[in-house]
């Protein structure tokens, strides 16, 4: 298909009437007629208003102009080459491919990275228990023995190269090598002796290989530059070239008859006078039943030395001798040829680059003040020196008038300008309107014309265009086309209502979270499917994409293998109900009307600056609760009780008549500055402890090999294609209800459709419990048996599901 015939949505062109100077020039004039109606009746060319009114007319139709450039026109740099990663743009090779997600992909993958192998499998396991494992077989290349330790190795890097490559809610079953059938070729060929004939018996044998067992073909990129790239990038991005891969084809009886077809074609053969597959014992070829199941495929002997040649050459019927070396060898050259491009890695080069040209200078403009006649005294021509003061003061007096419409079109260029810094993923940026201010050079004598010099100006327009610039809105919607070039978006109004950040910085934060998500947007959706890998240590190069992507939209961390109840333990903080908070700590508790007769603390923006957790003691021994967890970071929750002298600082608790009494103080200036920097401490404390963990439920499957006895059919429906998404149930975020649909909806959108996930939520013991289980089963994982900690861990999130009632859904 070409790619000119693709559906596409049209591009939509400047306005036509823009571009019209007699129809500008017309619809002025109306204007001047219906608001001077009888004052002014002089339309005629040789008008002065008329005048002007045509000079505004063509500096309009070239602004006009400046916008129906091809986009790529305005994002060129210096170089004349586009910043794609700043804008992200990013060529086909990039943005198309994905990590493997289908058995064709694995295919594509184990055939590019594994040079050992001639052809693969890939299929879902035929195992009992339940679905969401992939067997794997391989059919070693000619130069690999099958009982060698260098196939041994192969099966180590192929589950390892898998492992690293392994989908959400999928699995290795069983690897392993797929059973060859030797087979030799026997038979009578007439040749025509047109070429030499231990050449033609090494085509002959060659094509013998690409029937009896064909490799997976690759051929470069730049073959497939006709076709769709949405078809040619499919899959992963195979270093050695696209890679085909044909359906399995199970052996049949059809073999022989292409094998006839295939030598008869080869050149320097004049005829197939018969043609078979024999076995060691001399029995012919006979087709297999049942081998779909991809276990057997025939392999071609050849033959090992002269007496063992079986295919007899005849030319003008006398027989011709030939030295199996001699056509071995050409044989070897000829297959290492064709399957060259496996055998080392070419230097890359982009197959679809993005576009060069000339920058456009979309800000370089020209007053229309140097179109006027000479006799206006404007522009490069000014006006005599000899003439009067008050005829020089009419000049500048119309230079002043005419340079209002000069900067708003000065402007709207600089505009144009401004857009490769607009649409672009820069951090920096802090206005979305651009202004430029005439020069003398642009247009003589009109600098002495600003108040403040031109400086003054450019500050005076910076200051007023700020105040009309909502940076935040257009800011967002400039981003919003970036990731909209790669299918996403990234909605945060929800998030306003849980953020603890107001104003300035909110919309600040919320710019730099979009920012990042668009940065990662692509890479995240070409492993959007991509889960970790069990054999390596879980961190931050070994987390799924799907819980990346979630923690990116709702401004979370993905804690893959770190505990969230770690950095408190490690603090020395120990955690307690609420109802006992008081008696552990230490502290007096506060009754609810004393709590109501105290003062809101202040805030201290000065405290800000200082390092979190520095500064005062802690008020509190080392003793939490649900309260402080949830409302320690508000200083909504102290309160300051008592006049100088004896201060008291108190803490309302959660769902209690009252509170308790924190420290006492000297002074209420004391008794701020404590609150202030103990808040700090415990939001600093809450945003490092909150993130949240995926478990994928068929990897706790005893069934699997290493993990014991299989389990009950109708107990399986826990392990196929779930996924438990694991939360703490503290900070003032995550207690929030509609934060926490919030959650269920962004699992919604971004979880693969056949995954099913349900989301926990574990208050602070639970999520201990959990942690340190999953860090043990993580732990004997990694070492291959997890059996006894997978079945704990599996019946932990079967009780806390029913515990807490949480419902799964199916997205």
Not at 396 to 401: E, G, T, V, W
Request: aromatic fraction near 8%; charged fraction near 25%.
């Amino acid at each position: 298909m070409n790619p000119a015939d693709l559906p596409s949505i049209a591009r939509r062109r400047p306005d036509p009437a823009g571009l019209d100077f007699d129809g500008l020039r017309q619809a002025g004039i109306d204007q001047l007629q219906a608001l001077c109606g009888e004052v002014w009746t002089d339309y005629n060319l040789h008008d002065p208003g008329v005048t002007m009114l045509e000079q505004l007319c063509y500096g309009l139709t070239d602004v006009v102009y400046r916008t129906g450039f091809a986009t790529e026109d305005y994002l060129f740099g210096a170089d004349g080459r586009i910043d794609g990663p700043r804008h992200a743009l990013l060529p086909p090779e990039e943005a198309l491919p994905c990590r493997p997600m289908t058995p064709g992909d694995y295919r594509r993958l184990f055939a590019d990275q594994l040079p050992e192998i001639r052809n693969v499998w890939v299929a879902p396991s035929t195992q009992p228990g339940p679905p969401g494992r992939l067997d794997i077989h391989f059919l070693l290349a000619d130069d690999v023995e099958a009982g060698a330790d260098e196939a041994a190795e192969l099966m180590q890097k192929a589950a390892a190269l898998y492992l690293e490559h392994r989908n959400l809610g999928e699995d290795l079953g069983t690897i392993g090598l797929v059973e060859q059938v030797d087979y030799r070729l026997v038979g009578e060929i007439e040749i025509d002796g047109g070429r030499p004939v231990a050449e033609t018996l090494a085509d002959v044998f060659l094509a013998a290989l690409a029937i009896i067992s064909p490799p997976l073909a690759t051929r470069p990129y730049h073959e497939a530059a006709g076709e769709p790239p949405e078809l040619v990038f499919e899959g992963p991005l195979t270093r050695h070239g696209r890679i085909d891969v044909p359906d399995f084809r199970p052996w049949s009886a059809s073999i022989v008859s292409e094998l006839v077809r295939a030598v008869a074609g080869v050149a320097g053969v004049g005829r197939v006078v018969a043609l078979d597959l024999v076995d060691d014992q001399g029995q012919p070829y006979r087709p297999v039943d049942g081998d779909a199941a991809l276990r057997r495929m025939p392999r071609l002997r050849l033959p090992a030395g002269d007496d063992d040649q079986r295919l007899v050459l005849r030319l003008a019927g006398k027989m011709r001798n030939v030295p199996v070396a001699e056509f071995r060898d050409r044989l070897a050259r000829l297959a290492f040829a064709l399957d060259t491009r496996r055998h080392g890695c070419p230097p890359y080069e982009p197959e679809s680059p993005l576009p060069t040209g000339v920058p456009v200078e979309a800000n370089a403009y020209t007053s229309v003040q140097h179109h006027f006649p000479p006799v206006y005294g404007l522009g490069d021509y000014g006006v005599p020196a000899s003439a009067s003061p008050e005829r020089k003061a009419q000049a500048r007096q119309l230079q002043a008038y005419l340079a209002i419409f000069d900067q708003v079109m000065a402007n709207f260029m600089q505009g144009l300008a401004g857009l490769p810094d607009l649409y672009s993923l820069d951090e920096g940026l802090g206005r979305t309107y651009f202004q430029q201010v005439l020069g003398n050079r642009d247009l003589p004598g009109i600098e002495p014309l600003y108040k403040g010099g031109r400086q003054g100006v450019d500050a005076a327009l910076a200051a007023t265009l700020a105040e009309l610039d909502d940076f935040g809105g257009r800011r967002s919607r400039s981003l919003d086309v970036l990731l909209a070039l790669h299918g996403e978006k990234f909605t945060q109004e929800s998030l306003r209502n849980f953020a603890a950040l107001a104003g300035d910085a909110l919309e600040a934060a919320l710019l730099r979270d979009k920012i990042a998500f668009a940065r990662q947007a692509p890479e995240l959706n070409a492993r959007r499917m991509g889960a970790f890998n069990y054999r390596r240590p879980a961190g931050p190069d070994n987390v799924p994409a799907l819980a990346e992507k979630v923690g990116l939209l709702l401004g979370l961390d993905s804690h893959g293998g770190t505990r969230v109840s770690g950095l408190l333990k490690e603090q020395g903080w120990r955690y307690i109900a609420d109802r006992d908070f008081c008696r552990e700590a230490g502290l007096e508790a506060i009754p609810a009307s004393a709590l109501g007769g105290g003062d809101a603390v202040p805030h201290l923006p000065e405290l800000a600056e200082l390092p979190g957790g520095s500064g005062d003691e802690a008020p509190v021994p080392p003793v939490l609760c649900r309260s402080l967890l949830n409302g320690g970071g508000d200083l909504g929750n102290y309160r300051i009780v008592g006049d100088d002298g004896d201060v008291q600082l108190c803490f309302a608790l959660e769902g209690a008549e009252g509170g308790c009494l924190l420290s006492r103080h000297d002074s209420r200036a004391d008794a701020a500055r404590v609150a202030n920097r103990f808040a700090q401490r415990m939001a600093a404390l809450v945003h490092g402890s909150i993130g949240f963990h995926l478990v994928e439920h068929l990897l706790l499957y005893p069934g699997h090999p290493g993990n014991g006895q299989a389990v009950a059919a109708d107990r399986q429906e826990f392990y196929a294609f779930r996924i438990s998404a694991v939360f703490p149930a503290w900070s003032p975020r995550l207690d929030n209800p509609e934060f926490r649909k919030l959650v269920e909806e962004s699992f919604a959108l971004c979880c693969p459709a056949h995954l099913q996930v349900d989301v926990l939520w574990l208050d602070f013991d639970q999520m201990a419990i959990f942690e340190g289980l999953h860090g043990d089963w993580l732990a004997q994982k990694r070492e291959g048996d997890a059996d006894k900690a997978a079945r704990v861990l599996a019946l932990f999130l079967q009780r806390c599901a029913r515990k807490s009632g949480e419902r799964g859904r199916w997205i």
